[in-house]
T-cell receptor
Framework: DGGITQSPKYLFRKEGQNVTLSCEQN?????MYWYRQDPGQGLRLIYY???????QKGDIAEGYSVSREKKESFPLTVTSAQKNPTAFYLC???????????FGPGTRLTVL | DAKTTQPPSMDCAEGRAANLPCNHS???????VYWYRQIHSQGPQYIIH???NNETNEMASLIITEDRKSSTLILPHATLRDTAVYYC???????????FGTGTSLTVIP
């Protein structure tokens, strides 16, 4: 079953702790993305990666870090420097054959 | 990048056609119009995209005006499961980044 897996669906952390959100895909897509969504708002781009071992900052990269060591995986770390980390986080890939962006189910992070 | 403007909310009776408008008056000639929808607390789902011509697939139709400054997404027979936020997005030419606004919250009423 091809797709994007984000785990866990709900994540709770204490303020000041770093937390890593998982994103795995078996679609064989080169490009991967991380978005953040706040209540009632659209999606904002955090980081994206066009290819393994390469990634670029999006519009709101401050307080976040990523790695892309494998084509299938693009984990996002929310650091303690992110002032307001509580949000819904979405991972996506890009299908260049059909020119579509595919999204995972998302992880809802709550920092207490 | 071209920006889009959508009404914040719309209602539609179940079984009727839902027509969702989008303005993109600053769109460039080689930028595509995309539509996605998001059901609460899920990832956005691709619906359809187009450049100049009208497009139709199993989910919806996309009507783009001749001057390309606006478009309309048509869900021909809306069901309760079509209740979602619908995003109209313009994709930069040669790029694969999407810029999401706040979309239109469509409520299908029984």
């Amino acid at each position: 079953d091809g797709g994007i897996t984000q785990s866990p669906k709900y994540l709770f952390r204490k303020e000041g702790q770093n937390v890593t959100l998982s994103c795995e895909q078996n679609l064989n897509h080169d490009a991967m993305y991380w978005y953040r969504q706040d209540p009632g708002q659209g999606l904002r781009l955090i980081y994206y990666s066009q290819i393994v071992n390469d990634f670029q900052k999006g519009d709101i990269a401050e307080g976040y870090s990523v790695s892309r060591e494998k084509k299938e995986s693009f984990p996002l770390t929310v650091t303690s420097a992110q002032k307001n980390p509580t949000a819904f986080y979405l991972c996506a890939t890009w299908d260049g054959s059909y020119n579509e962006q595919f999204f995972g189910p998302g992880t809802r992070l709550t920092v207490l | 990048d071209a920006k889009t403007t959508q009404p914040p909310s719309m209602d539609c009776a179940e079984g009727r056609a839902a027509n969702l408008p989008c303005n993109h008056s600053t769109i460039s000639g080689n930028e595509y119009v995309y539509w996605y929808r998001q059901i609460h607390s899920q990832g956005p789902q691709y619906i359809i995209h187009g450049l100049k011509n009208n497009e139709t697939n199993e989910m919806a139709s996309l009507i783009i005006t001749e001057d390309r400054k606006s478009s309309t997404l048509i869900l021909p027979h809306a069901t309760l499961r079509d209740t979602a936020v619908y995003y109209c997005i313009v994709r930069p030419a040669g790029g694969n980044q999407f810029y999401f606004g706040t979309g239109t919250s469509l409520t299908v009423i029984p």
